[in-house]
């Protein structure tokens, strides 16, 4: 089986998110002991850590992606059709995250 070419985007860019909220957690923790002890801004605390938050919240919705892509090409690879791919997916996993690694 061939990786689709939007699974390889997926990772990629949930790869850059999670980097992005590495960063962001970094700062966030720069900026609060900075806003503690050295009157920083608090503004700077809420930045980073909506940064961070909406960084991670698109690191797992591209990797949920590439799950769901790479599940539906292995299923279409068995003999089903995308449709009854899509539909399998959405049985198996809609509402339940499976663990991360």
């Known amino acids: 089986m ?4 939007s699974a390889v985007l997926f990772e990629l860019l ?16 720069y900026f609060l002991v900075s ?3 050295w009157e920083g801004s608090w503004w700077n605390v809420l930045y980073a850590f909506l940064t961070g938050a909406l960084a991670k919240w698109m690191a797992r919705g591209f990797e949920d992606n590439k799950r769901r892509v790479l599940f539906v090409a292995q299923m279409v ?3 089903m059709s995308p449709a009854e791919a899509s539909e399998a997916w959405a049985k198996a996993y809609i509402g339940k995250r499976p663990p991360s690694a």
């Not at 949930?14 to 923790?29: C, M």
């Open 2 to 5: 061939q990786v689709p070419r």
């Open 14 to 29: 949930a790869g850059l998110f999670g980097w992005a909220w590495i960063i962001a957690s970094v700062a966030l923790l």
């Open 35 to 37: 806003a503690i002890f």
């Open 77 to 79: 690879a068995q003999g």
